[in-house]
């Protein structure tokens, strides 16, 4: 069984899809003077998610609808255990690392998400290999990329609680500086409200108040109200956390893909030329431009430490294991039938970690936190080992749990 397992991941290694991140990681390092285009990247990325989310909505209008209350408990399952797993990123930061405490709530807000490109390349090389899976599954890749976002809010809300300084630092942490004493005025608490800095009474990093070109300090209509701030800045996040751009061009695409299905009008069929045909050599292109960035993100990790990288490559398979763990329970508990590539995608969603939609809510609501190790971890870290050897080794773990716990009709 070991050798049969061996020979399937060297197989699923090689993969031309993969080579090409391999490729564009070595581009950086052999100092070879090549730019990817920004806008070319952005228009890579557009495309493979309306790909995916307007072939998966096509898919979905063909659900049994008897099979709709089993699929909607599958993603909250997947939902809470997101959730979960970005609480459990904290603690085992707490333990590996001696990073800021803002840090790791940030850094594990990252993992409690997921990852489009990720899913996208484990989409692309399940196809290769025909191995298939439910249609739903980018409906759960966009309902399990919300909870990292609240699990982040969270833990850095607790932090300002216990009295978190204007920079990020907690007390007993380098560089800390005691808050100055805040008098309340009239009809105002004693305490700031969450987002307020102890110093101002202002939000940190959102606000009405912004820097004009001559430098002063304008407010739109006066100082406001201190509830005004938090009220602003709690619509703000949760715009990002529901509104930010991936999601809501992967939702819009399901939602096309759902309603033309419905009325019997499929636009992508298999011998799609654009959607289709070209979404491998789409995300080869992606690939490239993945692996570069991942590359010169790795000299962040200079200063993070020995753990923190330890944590970066292990966690992966910890959370991608325990991810075909309930899924595989949840088939076997509730008699659902899924296909065999569905617990590839659940793992890589549960194992993957945001560099998106995370990173957003962070520059508007955490801008204390460090904006490099974060992404010096999702991107260098484990998108690298995700798309390289985690998809290849999350099949072969699947396959071996199946044996011990196979469906039941």
């Known amino acids: 069984m070991l050798y049969e397992f061996w020979q399937n991941f060297t197989h699923n290694l090689f993969k031309p899809l993969l080579l090409f991140f391999y490729f564009g990681f070595l581009i950086p390092i052999l100092k070879v003077r090549f730019e990817f285009p920004y806008v070319i990247y952005q228009g890579l990325t557009m495309y493979l998610l309306i790909a995916i989310g307007w072939h998966g909505g ?3 209008a063909e659900i049994n609808p008897t099979s709709v209350g089993r699929i909607a408990g599958f993603m909250a399952a997947g939902f809470v255990l997101n959730f979960l797993i970005g609480t459990i990123a904290y603690f085992l930061l707490n333990h590996l690392t001696g990073m800021r405490r803002i840090d790791r709530a940030t850094v594990a807000g990252y993992y409690g998400s997921d990852s489009a490109g990720t899913f996208a390349t484990c989409v692309a090389v399940l196809t290769s290999i025909g191995i298939a899976f439910d249609a739903y599954m980018p409906v759960m890749l966009a309902i399990m990329e919300i909870p990292g976002c609240l699990v982040a809010l ?3 809300a607790r932090l300002r609680n216990r009295g978190m300084d204007a920079d990020g630092n907690m007390p007993g942490e380098a560089g800390y500086t005691t808050p100055a004493p805040v008098s309340p005025g009239p009809g105002t608490a004693a305490q700031p409200s969450l987002g307020q800095s102890l110093e101002t009474g202002q939000p940190r990093g959102i606000g009405l108040e912004r820097e004009t070109s001559l430098g002063r300090r304008d407010h739109p209509a006066g100082p406001p109200d201190g509830d005004d701030f938090v009220r602003h800045s709690n619509r703000a996040t949760l715009r990002e956390v529901l ?4 999601l809501c061009l992967l939702i819009g695409a399901v939602i096309v893909g759902f309603i033309s299905g419905l009325q019997g ?7 799609d030329t654009f959607f289709v045909s070209a979404f491998q050599g789409a995300l080869c292109l992606f690939l490239l431009e993945m692996g570069m960035t991942a590359s010169r993100t790795l000299k962040d990790l200079k200063s993070a430490g020995v753990g923190f990288v330890f944590f970066g490559l292990v966690a992966p398979n910890i959370f991608a294991t325990l991810g075909i763990v309930v899924a595989r329970g949840y088939a076997y508990f ?12 659940f793992a890589v969603l549960c194992g993957a970690a945001s560099y998106i939609a995370v990173p957003a809510v962070q520059r508007l609501a955490i801008p204390e936190a460090s904006p490099s190790l974060p992404l010096a971890a999702s991107l260098g870290l484990t998108f ?3 798309v390289t050897i985690g998809i290849p080794l999350y099949i072969e ?3 071996t749990i199946g044996q011990y716990i196979p469906y039941i009709p």
Not at 265 to 271: G, L, R
């Open 384 to 386: 690298s080992y995700n």
């Open 154 to 156: 969270y833990l850095v």
């Open 265 to 271: 009008q499929k636009v992508i069929h298999d011998d």
């Open 397 to 399: 773990i699947s396959r």
């Open 58 to 60: 096509e898919e979905l």
């Open 334 to 345: 509730t008699h659902t039938e899924f296909r065999p590539g569905t617990y590839v995608l």
């Open 243 to 246: 509104l930010n751009p991936g």
